[in-house]
């Protein structure tokens, strides 16, 4: 995410939610490590607790990008939506 010196967080978890997080990280092509820090991430994103005003940024326009186009608005294809 960064090229800052990454610190070290050590954390046990319970076997089932360790393969759940292995299993989601697979499906995004990320490494263990990289997963729980999105998620980390989301989570303070959701909680109004700023980690970076680069990630803040980023994070602004990939929830812009997945917002639902409304009836009315134009697709960037030139089509309308249903």
Partial sequence: MSSAKTATL????DPAVKRGLQAIAAREHRSLSSMIEVLIRDGCRRHGVIVSAISVAVDQRVAELETPYSQSEQLPSGRFSK
């Fill in 10 to 13: 050590m954390l046990r978890l």
